[in-house]
């Protein structure tokens, strides 16, 4: 022990007592051990500042800040506690405050963040990290950003990227622009072009979605395809698929299943809406079931509901207590039934109403 402590005591004392621009390297120019701002190098290397370096392959410790080096390639195990300002770093990458954003070929780890241009590998940090072109096994404490992040991503905070393809994951919120994989957020997400399967605790939104989504609270998009679920609420303009939300949803065109615990509504609904408390619509194609209030201009198929009110045509078979058409073209069944188009005496009957044209 007292061996090794007097060796890397040495080592603090030598390196910084080597001229700067200087290096002491045994037993040759390039090979070997090297002490100082040596700028092609193989072996072992320990340096306080690397500025003007060219190539350095093997085990390097660099203990300060580095300077400008541009064009300047490692390999091997590097060690750059204040960073590295090189083109490449292949091998294992390690930094304490991560100064310089070289590419990483390999593994990169440190206590706090660094930066990379391009990553790929594995990427490690205590904090955050942020990279134009990112792939691999990527995990930081708090943050990560990058412009294309491709593999499994570990946040403990939040998560951003352009381009984002694989398994990803955030404590609290993430966002992006083309998103294809499976994420999962604790709080919130965002995105633009969005396929697969995503997951958020509270808040969803996008504007093109295609897969499984699911959000603890509401949900909203553009152009909407797949299975989508919502605690609470849900909006989309084109929605196409199977959709569930606790209360309610809303939407332009609709075309599929739709659940809402309080109700559905849109411009045109096609395919199947349950609802406890209404239905509403422009035009309703298809089976429609509630037990409040069901509204549409236009009405074809099966619908139900206290009241059903159609205010230009309907088509099919409405059951209620209450059923309204200005037009009608089949069979409603309830308490009271008004059929517009029915003649003087027949327009208002109980129990049973038709008119077949």
Known sequence: MCSKRAFVFTLVLLIPAVPVGAALNLPGDDVGISFGNSETFSGLRFNWSDDGVRHVSGFNITLWEPGYNPGATYDGIII?????TGDEVSGFYGSLIGQGEPRILGIAASPFGFGADDLSGVAIAGLGMGGRDMEGLLIAGLGMGGHDL???????????GRDMTGIFSAGLGMGGEDMTGLFAAGLGMGGQDMTGIFAAGLGMGGEDMTGLFAAGLGMGGQD????FAAGLGMGGQDMTGLFAAGLGMGGQQLEGIFFGGLGVGAESIEGVAVSLA??????LTGLHLTGGYLRSEEFTGFGTG????????????TIGLFNYARRLDGVQIGILNYAGNNPRGLKWLPGINAHFD
Do not use: K, S
Not at 80 to 84: A, C, K, T, V
Not at 150 to 160: D, E, F, P, Q, V
């Open 224 to 227: 909407m395809t797949g299975i």
């Open 150 to 160: 491709t593999g499994l991503g570990l946040a403990g905070l939040g998560m951003g």
């Open 80 to 84: 750059g506690l204040g960073g590295n």
């Open 306 to 317: 206290a009241v059903t009110r159609v205010t230009r045509r309907a088509e099919g078979i």
């Open 278 to 283: 209404g239905i509403g619509g422009e035009d």
